[in-house]
C-alpha cells in the first residue's frame, strides 16, 4: 500500500522568504517516484517537481527543490523567494510502480500556503 | 501545445439525474487518467486508460459509473444515477506512456455540486 502524509494543513511566509513544504510516505516498493503538485484556486494540478527514488542528487526546478530524504522517508519541497502567486494549495504523491495498480498516484491531503506581502 | 481540456467546467444537478464528463488529452500521450477529488482531500484514482483499454477500474463504482475512450483519444465519463455524495471535483489527466511513469498533466478539472 502506498500512503502520503501532509502534517501541515496550512503555511503561512512572507515574500521573498523561503519555505518549507513536509512530507513523508509509505511504499513497500524499491522503486518509486514522488511528485509535487500545485493547485490554485482554478483547479488545475500543476506539476511541480519530480524525484525518483534511485537518484542520488535532490531534484530542483527553478525556485522549487525537493529535500529527499530516503532513510526517513521524507520528500519535504522547498520554495526559495517566495511569491504572492504562490499561495495555493500543494499536494504530495507517489506513484506506484508495479503490479495492477502501476502508474496510479496517490495523494497526501495537501498543504495550503499562503504568501503574504 | 495544448493542455487536457475538460467540459464542462462546472455542473449542478439534482441527485438521480445523469451527468457526464468530457476530457481531451494532450495529443500523443496515451495514458489517461480519471480522478475524483472531494473536498479538502488530495485526488484519488478511478480508472486509467492505456490507449482505449481500461487497465486500472478497480476504484470505480461500477453501479453507477461508467466510462469510455473508443478511440484512445478522448474520455467520457458517467455517473447515473448521481448521488449527494457524488459532489467533486473530477479531474482529468493524461501522460505520455505508462511504462516509464511519465509525468501527469492534468486538465483544470470538472465541479460536480449535487443537489
Known amino acids: 500500500a502506498q500512503k502520503i502524509t501532509q502534517t501541515q494543513p496550512g503555511m503561512f511566509v512572507q515574500e521573498k522568504e523561503a519555505v518549507t513544504l513536509d512530507c513523508t510516505y509509505d511504499?513497500?516498493?524499491?522503486?518509486?517516484?514522488l511528485f509535487w503538485y500545485k493547485q490554485p484556486s482554478s483547479g488545475e494540478m500543476i506539476f511541480l517537481i519530480y524525484?525518483?527514488?534511485?537518484?542520488?542528487q535532490n531534484a530542483t526546478e527553478g525556485r522549487y527543490s525537493l529535500n529527499f530524504q530516503k532513510a526517513r522517508k521524507s520528500a519535504n519541497l522547498v520554495i526559495s523567494a517566495s511569491q504572492l502567486g504562490d499561495s495555493a494549495m500543494y499536494f504530495c504523491?507517489?506513484?506506484?510502480?508495479?503490479?495492477?495498480?502501476?502508474?496510479?498516484?496517490?495523494f497526501g491531503r495537501g498543504t495550503q500556503l499562503t504568501v503574504w506581502p | 501545445e495544448a493542455g487536457v481540456v475538460q467540459s464542462p467546467r462546472y455542473k449542478i444537478i439534482e441527485k438521480k439525474q445523469p451527468v457526464a464528463f468530457w476530457c481531451n488529452p494532450i495529443?500523443?500521450?496515451?495514458?489517461l487518467y480519471w480522478y475524483r477529488q472531494n473536498l479538502g482531500q488530495g485526488p484519488e484514482l478511478l480508472i486509467r486508460?492505456?490507449?482505449?483499454?481500461?487497465?486500472?477500474d478497480s476504484q470505480l463504482p461500477k453501479d453507477r459509473f461508467s466510462a469510455e475512450r473508443l478511440k484512445g483519444v478522448d474520455s467520457t465519463l458517467k455517473i447515473q444515477p448521481a448521488e449527494l455524495g457524488d459532489s467533486a471535483v473530477y479531474l482529468c489527466?493524461?501522460?505520455?506512456?505508462?511504462?516509464?511513469?511519465?509525468?501527469?498533466?492534468f486538465g483544470p478539472g470538472t465541479r460536480l455540486l449535487v443537489l
Open positions: 504523491a507517489n506513484v506506484a510502480t508495479r503490479g495492477s495498480t502501476l502508474g496510479r498516484l496517490y
Open positions: 524525484q525518483g527514488s534511485y537518484d542520488e
Open positions: 495529443s500523443g500521450h496515451n495514458t
Open positions: 486508460y492505456e490507449n482505449e483499454e481500461a487497465v486500472d
Open positions: 511504499t513497500s516498493d524499491q522503486s518509486y517516484g
Open positions: 489527466a493524461s501522460s505520455l506512456d505508462l511504462a516509464s511513469l511519465e509525468t501527469q498533466y
